[in-house]
């Protein structure tokens, strides 16, 4: 989470749900790549014919869904049954982001509690028929983005419908832009707050020169749920980690609310939360010392106190202590992804600068020269 969060994921969470997500990704993008070269209906291993017709009963007769059935036509509100809404898991008291963060999200729950007011008694929806409540979450992972979603649905009295892009798209084409309209239907069905993450999969900018079926149906879904959004009648809020790939057509419908890393305050509060006085300490264990390690999201810091318990445990230890905490945090930072755009920048030295300057001339690299 941007800020500060007491908990960075919701709870039944799978430990390698991200990587499924990926995986699913790259095989039904290369699916749709293969299918645009060939012209093919379906897999290879059950052909459209061989497809069984729908119905319910499971037992290989009508209605059995195996890989690789073709979808038939079915309705708006039929598609639309797969999505279904549920009790936000957290409040506004679970979260800890910065004050100007919590500032802009109150801010927005009072905006959309004002819409009968602005549209209807003032009139307004004479020129815009359809009000909507679009936010755009955007920071690093572990910053508050999704506990923040689940919290202004609570505060707003609503449901929440969880979508992302993996549960969206389609192997078929045609039926990706047909479930972001489900989706909204199922929002609306239900009066729930839609909370869609991995956004800048469905909001990036459209591609150019489409050639292959795969970028036909990328840019479909991406004009599907434009449209959808100007017609939806309620809350959605779209969350990401890569605002910067975001389709400039986008930008201007939804509120921007960015969720930054941690700072001192958070920190100490989220370490305060995750170190509940069940936990039996050592005396040596202070939060001014936890809070001072830079670099932590709140769901980091959630599992670096469950990394140094478990440690205690295994060692059959009484209390966790100082070090087991600190081994824990060094831990979790070894374990992140080194990815290729992680480059630190330094700023050159005098003499560095001197030299670039004596090789931009010419000069060689001779050091006594000014």
């Given at each position: 989470m941007d800020g500060a969060v007491i908990f960075g994921e919701v709870p039944g969470e799978k430990k390698h749900e991200n990587d499924a997500v990926v995986l699913k990704t790259r095989i039904n993008t290369a699916w749709l790549h293969y299918q645009g070269k060939t012209g093919l209906a379906a897999p290879l291993y059950v052909s459209a014919e061989q497809a069984t017709p729908p119905s319910s009963n499971g037992k290989g007769e009508a209605g059995e869904?195996?890989?690789?059935?073709?979808?038939?036509?079915?309705?708006?509100?039929?598609?639309?049954?797969?999505?279904?809404?549920?009790?936000?898991?957290?409040?506004?008291?679970?979260?800890?982001?910065?004050?100007?963060?919590?500032?802009?999200?109150?801010?927005?729950?009072?905006?959309?509690?004002?819409?009968?007011?602005?549209?209807?008694?003032?009139?307004?929806?004479?020129?815009?028929?359809?009000?909507?409540?679009?936010?755009?979450?955007?920071?690093?992972?572990?910053?508050?983005?999704?506990?923040?979603?689940?919290?202004?649905?609570?505060?707003?009295?609503?449901?929440?419908?969880?979508?992302?892009?993996?549960?969206?798209?389609?192997?078929?084409?045609?039926?990706?832009?047909?479930?972001?309209e489900a989706v909204f239907y199922a929002a609306q069905r239900d009066g729930a707050l839609l909370f869609i993450d991995e956004a800048d999969s469905l909001l990036s900018r459209r591609l150019t020169n489409v050639t292959q079926g795969s970028e036909q149906a990328i840019n479909s879904m991406r004009s599907q749920l434009l449209l959808c959004l100007e017609r939806f009648r309620g809350v959605v809020i779209f969350a990401t980690n890569l605002v910067k790939n975001y389709d400039r057509a986008f930008e201007t419908r939804a509120r921007n609310i960015q969720f930054p890393m941690p700072d001192l305050d958070c920190r100490r509060r989220i370490w305060s939360v995750h170190l509940p006085p069940e936990l039996p300490l050592t005396s040596d264990v202070t939060l001014d010392e936890l809070a001072t390690f830079e670099g932590l999201c709140g769901r980091e810091i959630r599992n670096a106190v469950i990394d140094a318990a478990l440690q205690a445990a295994l060692n059959d230890a009484s209390h966790v202590s100082r070090q087991d905490l600190l081994d824990a945090i060094e831990r979790v930072k070894a374990s992140r992804i080194k990815r290729e755009d992680d480059v630190v920048v330094h700023a050159l030295t005098q003499e560095e600068q001197k030299a670039v300057g004596r090789a931009l001339l010419g000069e060689g690299d001779d050091k006594n020269k000014p």
């Open positions: 869904k195996r890989p690789g059935c073709k979808p038939s036509g079915i309705s708006l509100e039929e598609r639309a049954a797969q999505y279904q809404s549920q009790e936000p898991h957290f409040t506004f008291e679970q979260l800890i982001v910065p004050e100007t963060v919590m500032k802009n999200l109150v801010l927005a729950t009072r905006i959309i509690s004002l819409e009968q007011r602005v549209f209807d008694d003032w009139g307004l929806r004479k020129i815009e028929p359809f009000p909507r409540s679009a936010l755009n979450f955007y920071g690093e992972p572990g910053t508050g983005k999704t506990l923040a979603a689940h919290a202004l649905a609570a505060q707003m009295g609503r449901k929440i419908l969880l979508a992302s892009y993996a549960q969206i798209e389609s192997m078929y084409h045609g039926e990706g832009p047909k479930n972001v």
